[in-house]
Antibody
Framework: QMQLQESGPGLVKPSETLSLTCTVSGGSISDYQWSWIRQPPGKGLEWIGYIYDSGSTTFNPSLKSRVTISVDTSKNQFSLRLTSVTAADTAVYYC???????????WGQGTLVTVSS | DIQMTQSPSTLSASVGDRVTITCRTSQSISSWLAWYQQKPGTAPKLLIYKASTLESGVPSRFSGSGSGTEFTLSISSLQPDDFATYFCQQYKPYSPYTFGPGTKLEIK
């Protein structure tokens, strides 16, 4: 059964870069589309972007100028970089697998990233 | 982007009740809609995709319907485990994915 696990710093200073990695186990990263999704405390879900094993990416237009998503197939990992963060970027960040035309599943457990000095 | 609304934002109900949550989109998405359940402190769980297809392992008391711009999630007989927040998500081809704002289902 495929499992995803986010990792990275839980605290980032304003104007700096948020970096997270998602490690995929129980399956190959070459088989699916991989997304980052975030959820500010007490609020709804926002899709950030996705990547394929080929490196092809698509981003949420509202975040596109600040987001990079990359993939390391040798490590079965994909990563998120979000630049110039502000307090508005404080959220639980999830990685998730997209089942073709069938929803996000599975999800990682999520990791809280707080932007504060 | 495709905008999404959900109603109601909060729903109070009792065990055994039948409840319905509505999701509307700003443009037609055919049947490219999924529903998720989220409990506090946990990741969302996929319930339904393609508007009405039940994900494997999801109880049959959950059902989805609709197409175009209006969709519903129904729970036929609420169980204690069903009290959670529910999100819809559209995935129309060539459009960014977007989620609805959520409906919190509370115990009356």
């Amino acid at each position: 059964q495929m499992q995803l696990q986010e990792s990275g710093p839980g605290l980032v200073k304003p104007s700096e870069t948020l970096s997270l990695t998602c490690t995929v186990s129980g399956g190959s990263i070459s088989d699916y589309q991989w997304s980052w999704i975030r959820q500010p405390p007490g609020k709804g879900l926002e899709w950030i972007g996705y990547i394929y094993d080929s490196g092809s990416t698509t981003f949420n237009p509202s975040l596109k100028s600040r987001v990079t998503i990359s993939v390391d197939t040798s490590k079965n990992q994909f990563s998120l970089r979000l630049t110039s963060v502000t307090a508005a970027d404080t959220a639980v960040y999830y990685c998730a697998s997209w089942k073709a035309a069938a929803g996000f599943d599975p999800w990682g457990q999520g990791t809280l990233v707080t932007v504060s000095s | 982007d495709i905008q999404m609304t959900q109603s109601p934002s909060t729903l109070s109900a009792s065990v055994g009740d039948r409840v319905t949550i509505t999701c509307r989109t700003s443009q037609s998405i055919s049947s490219w809609l999924a529903w998720y359940q989220q409990k506090p402190g946990t990741a969302p769980k996929l319930l339904i995709y393609k508007a009405s297809t039940l994900e494997s392992g999801v109880p049959s008391r959950f059902s989805g319907s609709g197409s175009g711009t209006e969709f519903t999630l129904s729970i036929s007989s609420l169980q204690p485990d069903d009290f959670a927040t529910y999100f819809c998500q559209q995935y129309k081809p060539y459009s960014p994915y977007t989620f609805g704002p959520g409906t919190k289902l509370e115990i009356k």
